[in-house]
């Protein structure tokens, strides 16, 4: 069983950045595929980022076409922890943000892919 354990939201102006972290339970965090998710109110939760492990301290990044150039996944296997920099924030980036995570090490991008899930941080961006 994985737990994971989000933070880092909160209230921002347009323009601004925040920075998200998930922490996450279990032995063999280096391997997992760890993905960011964000669900506005009465909208479905949609994809914003993964990564998957590659090879040694490699790791591939897949981003939304929305956030591309703005926000960056990255993870610490040391501290089990993933990572979401997310810069230049705009008013349409607010959203309940969850983090997920999934042991068979392949991406994915769309929620059913995932066995874990956080219970999310609320990102509010203002304009």
């Known amino acids: 069983q994985v737990q994971l354990v989000e933070s880092g939201g909160g209230l921002v102006q347009a323009g601004g950045s925040l920075r998200l972290s998930c922490a996450a339970s279990?032995?063999?965090?280096?391997?997992?595929?760890m993905g960011w998710f964000r669900q506005a109110p009465g909208k479905e939760r949609g994809f914003v980022a993964a990564?998957?492990?590659?090879?040694?301290?490699?790791?591939?990044?897949y981003y939304a076409d929305s956030v591309k150039g703005r926000f960056t996944i990255y993870r610490d296997n040391a501290k089990n922890t993933v990572y979401l920099q997310m810069n230049n924030l705009k008013p349409e980036d607010t959203a309940n943000y969850y983090c997920?995570?999934?042991?068979?090490?392949?991406?994915?991008?769309?929620?059913?892919?995932?066995?874990?899930w956080g219970q999310g941080t609320q990102v509010t961006v203002s304009s």
């Open positions: 279990g032995r063999t965090f280096r391997s997992y595929a």
């Open positions: 990564t998957t492990w590659n090879s040694g301290n490699i790791y591939n990044a």
């Open positions: 997920a995570a999934d042991d068979s090490n392949v991406v994915k991008t769309t929620t059913q892919g995932y066995d874990y």
